[in-house]
């Protein structure tokens, strides 16, 4: 262990660093997945023959597990948007009536 390593344990890691620590962790995983997918298609070539490859249509479009994330967040969001809405309207059909 060097001697750096034991000053960056004792210190608390600023959010600026945390994002850059996890951005290039993204973007080391990011390009040993880009280098699996290519040496899987290689060996597709060499040894699979006359089988397509299923991952050739969308392999450029892949969604990084934040973006997965994001994006059920915001169909959670829209389904609890739109069920408050209907509930106020309900209230105020009710509050309409019975007044």
Known sequence: MRPDDEQDSQQPK?????????????????????????????????????QPDEEDNGSEQRISPADSKQ???????????FWLVLLIVAVYLILFFLD
């Open 14 to 50: 600023t959010r600026a660093d945390y994002r850059r620590e996890q951005e290039r962790a993204e973007r080391e995983f990011q390009e040993r997945d880009r280098k699996r997918v290519q040496v899987e298609k290689e060996y597709a070539r060499n040894h699979g023959g006359d």
């Open 71 to 81: 994006n059920r967040l915001k169909r959670r969001l829209n389904w609890a948007i």
